[in-house]
């Protein structure tokens, strides 16, 4: 007689009648226990409209999928209080059966980690029980061009104001604490602002910048985080935006505030065409980048102030709009003549509302001519037809600049100095643990040194100059920490703007290659596939 667990087995597969099958076994990462009545899922690639196979483990951890039609699986495997390592949530080849060449596959092998669980309580403004307050997990994700946390896993307080979330991935995390409905507190005061709970990071704070991290083991109970929502006073700021002279206010124009300190939010005025007019409400104390850029086809310009919200509202601003202007510069090869026509310098402005200039070329004593420029963070970027040549340090009015950056945000000099060297090195290798079909990688090289991080641009190259091959050129001599990253869709892979900002190196815990370029030589190396930070 059948067991009621084999008895799911059978009808799940009821109706399938194709000639594959794959079998194996689900454990817990780490003890290797084996983990029963697990969901076993197969779903075919690129089969639109085909059904979900599922299946169970037994007692042993052990399942068998028949039924199966020739072809290749994406596989995902489910249980309640254990989730898929972070490694192999981000490799779509660990999850992935072909039964094309192979149509009896058996000792295929899951795990699956114990998730972990946070636990604590709320308060409101005057230390009571906060009741039906939400609170999140949330860890660093690359969102929308730039680096922000992300809910990962959540929960809700109860009358007493405790809270537990569960099912939460090994990792990095902050919480976050929400009240369970907008409340705004009026003091009767027609001069000040209104008062608002808002928000608030453990143990107390309403920027995320500023947030404790907690570090998360899989399976870890941990206990004892005790925050609430803030009592704060928000503020209100607004303006016009004036246009270029001899013109009216422009008809597309992007008013922001951005935190001068720190990763908090950008925020995006309420702008009228019509007057310039534009409004940014419920403003949290702080010191703030007012900035505006209009882009359209009769007005180009660009406008910043700074600006420090303290004990009123800021109203009746007005923001003009400035031209944009030409840099100039020099270039200088160290211990060298420049080669005619062979080097060309780029400003890459930080903000997409910033048209990005063209290349310009060096001219034969060094000088070039960059034409517009507005108020925006710049990165600067040599290229070159000669080999070896790279970019050593950028000088603002003969100041050095950190890394590769200019800020002329607020303004400042606009003559740069950029200084190259001819001594490059070459980084070759090899990338293990790519099997899926057009599946790539990018490779990443990190200052091995964290100082030099400031003001840097992360060397991103693209995998796979041949199958399972990279090479990256043109680099200055020194250590580095390599890394190889999977390529892919959304959560699947990595974007290279993500790997190339340096905010994530800190935050990461995977362990990068150590690599030595020497001046003029080339360095071999072996990378695995990392999961993404």
């Known amino acids: ?33 084996a983990v029963a009545r697990a969901r076993v899922l197969f779903r075919q690639a690129g089969a ?3 059904p979900l196979l599922g299946y169970f483990t037994d007692d042993n951890g052990r399942f068998r999928a028949e039924g199966l039609e020739g072809g290749v699986y994406h596989v995902s495997v489910h249980k309640v209080g254990l989730l898929s390592p972070p490694a192999i949530r981000r490799q779509r080849s660990a999850t992935m059966v072909n039964l094309e060449r192979n149509c009896q596959q058996s000792g295929l092998q899951y795990l699956l980690a114990p998730a972990a669980v946070l636990s604590g309580r709320v308060t409101d403004a005057n230390g009571r029980p906060a009741a039906r307050a939400g609170v999140e997990a949330q860890r660093r994700a690359w969102l929308n061009g730039r680096w ?35 409340m705004t507190i009026s003091f009767r005061d027609p001069a000040g602002p209104a008062h608002y709970v808002v928000p608030a990071y453990y143990p107390g704070v309403y920027e995320a910048s ?16 005790d925050f609430g929502p803030m009592l704060i006073p928000y503020f209100q700021v607004s303006g016009q935006v004036v246009g270029l002279e001899g013109e009216g206010a422009p008809s597309h124009c992007q008013v ?59 109203t009746g601003l007005q923001v003009q709009l400035e031209a944009p202007f030409p840099v100039q510069g020099r270039a200088v090869l160290q211990g060298g003549a420049l080669p005619v026509g062979a080097v060309q310098v780029t400003l890459v402005p930080a903000s997409p509302k910033v048209a990005a200039a063209s290349p310009v070329v060096v001219a034969d004593d060094g000088t070039f001519t960059i034409p517009l420029v507005g108020h925006d963070r710049y990165r600067v970027a040599v290229t070159s037809t000669q080999p ?54 990018y490779v990443v090289l990190v200052p091995a040194a964290m100082e030099r991080l400031a003001g840097s641009t992360l060397r991103v190259s693209l995998g796979g100059m041949a199958p399972g091959r990279f090479r990256m050129a043109n680099i200055m001599p020194g250590d580095y920490l ?23 190196v800190p935050f990461y815990k995977g362990a990068g290659t150590a690599v030595r370029i020497e001046a003029n030589s080339r360095a071999e190396v072996a990378l695995p596939i990392l999961p993404l930070p």
Request: hydrophobic share 40%; proline share 6%; charged share 15%.
């Open 210 to 225: 500023k947030a404790q991290t907690i570090a998360v083991a899989a399976g870890a109970e941990l206990g004892g985080f």
């Open 482 to 504: 390599a890394y190889a990253f999977p390529i892919g869709l959304g959560d699947d892979g990595a974007d290279p703007a993500m790997l190339a900002d340096p905010s994530w």
């Open 1 to 33: 007689m059948r067991g009621p667990l084999a008895w799911a087995m059978m009808l799940t597969a009821a109706g399938q009648s194709g000639p594959c099958s794959a079998e194996g076994t689900v454990r817990v990462d780490g003890n290797g226990a």
């Open 388 to 441: 070896n040549i790279y970019l050593r340090s950028v000088s603002a009015g003969a100041k050095p600049q950190p890394g590769e950056w200019i800020d002329w945000t607020m303004g400042g000099p606009r003559q740069i100095g950029v200084l190259l060297a001819n001594d490059g090195g070459r980084l070759e290798g090899a990338f293990s643990g790519v099997t899926s079909p057009g599946e790539n990688v």
């Open 48 to 50: 639109v409209g085909r």
């Open 256 to 314: 922001l505030l951005r935190p001068e300190e720190g990763a908090g939010e950008e925020r995006m005025a309420r702008y009228a065409a019509q007057t310039g007019e534009f409004v940014f409400n419920d403003v949290a104390p702080g010191r703030y980048q007012l900035l505006a850029y209009a882009v359209g086809s009769t007005t180009i310009g660009t406008a910043s102030r700074i600006l420090e919200i303290a004990g009123n509202h800021a």
């Open 148 to 182: 922000q946390f992300r809910t990962v896993a959540s929960g809700v307080s109860n009358e007493q104001g405790e809270f537990r979330i569960s099912g939460v991935p090994a990792g990095q995390y902050v919480l976050r604490a929400h009240p369970a409905g907008p």
